[in-house]
C-alpha cells in the first residue's frame, strides 16, 4: 500500500510524513478525506496492521 506524500516537507523523511499525515487528520480532516479516503480510515481505524486491511467504506 503507497501513501502520497502531502507536502515537500514531508518528503525528508518517514517520520516527517507520518507526523505530518496525522496533524493533518487533527486539524484539517475534510482536506485529508479529500485527498486520501483510504489513509484517512487506516488512522480512524486505529492504525491497524496493513497486511489484509480493508477500510471500511
Not at 510524513?17 to 485527498?35: N, P, S
Amino acid at each position: 500500500m503507497v501513501f502520497p506524500r502531502f507536502t515537500d516537507y514531508s518528503r525528508t523523511s518517514d517520520r516527517e510524513w507520518f507526523a505530518e499525515t496525522v496533524a493533518l487528520f487533527g486539524t484539517d480532516r475534510e482536506r485529508f478525506w479529500e485527498l486520501n479516503r483510504r489513509m484517512f480510515r487506516w488512522i480512524e481505524d486505529g492504525f491497524p496492521r496493513l497486511d489484509g486491511y480493508v477500510p471500511k467504506s
